[in-house]
């Protein structure tokens, strides 16, 4: 998995050309939209001085925009529109993301949403309490430990957004990837691990809105996922990485 590349290309244009400026880009769009390597895009406008405008635009590698993008019929057609602004351009350079990433507190977290600590801690023994009934998955949990269910509201929390709990107390994502090796995890058993997620969500009062349910869901599927590849008997283990932090929109940089 490359890790995705940021372009920006920032314009002064006249303010009589603006109109036109934002109409070509308004139709380059289509190209860019089109483009297997273009992950996203965005003109904005200067605030302060109507006559700067930044582009900005996701690429999923520098070599796939300049190698792939440019050299494919896309561009000829995107370059068609934007080329009488490229006198106007004062900066088009390639950015790599860093770590230094996150949200404010205009956006909740989906831990706080939930109801915080004790949300989780009433989800995993809900949770549990169906587990050791199950005929597929009580195998798996055999001989359970006391705190598991703990460890696991601890984890859930932190990947919602809650305190570090789970780092401070047991370790990052390797150690918990660590509790899956060998046990050669299941399809099915995966499945039935994500219902029963679910239906103990509803046992545990968690918010029944279609943006939680949603991101919740798809961390369950993306975490019960890589839980059964690193189950395999063939499994390399992940290096040192972080508690993944899961949004509302968005899956960590992490694969198998």
Known sequence: MTESTVEYVRYRIPAEKSAEFLAAYTRAAAQLAAAPSCVDYELARCEEDFEH??????????????QGFRKSELFAGFYAEVQPYIPYIQE?????????????????TIYA??????????LTDAFYAKVVKDDVLAPVFEGLAP?????????????????????????GHGHM???HLGKNITEVQRRRWVNLLQDAADDAGLPTDAEFRSAFLAYAEWGTRLAVHFSAP???????QPVPKWTWGATPPYHA
């Open 177 to 179: 990837v660590a509790m």
């Open 53 to 66: 405008f930044v582009l900005r635009i996701t690429w999923t590698s520098t070599e796939d925009h300049v």
């Open 113 to 122: 949403w939930a109801g915080g600590a004790e949300a989780f801690t009433r």
């Open 147 to 171: 705190e598991h269910a703990m460890h696991v509201a601890l984890w859930l929390g932190e990947v919602f957004g809650g305190p570090p709990a789970y780092s401070e107390s047991q370790g």
């Open 234 to 240: 063939d499994a390399t283990p992940p290096g040192d």
């Open 92 to 108: 088009m350079r390639h950015y790599t993301p860093t770590t230094v990433r996150g949200t404010g507190a205009s956006v909740p």
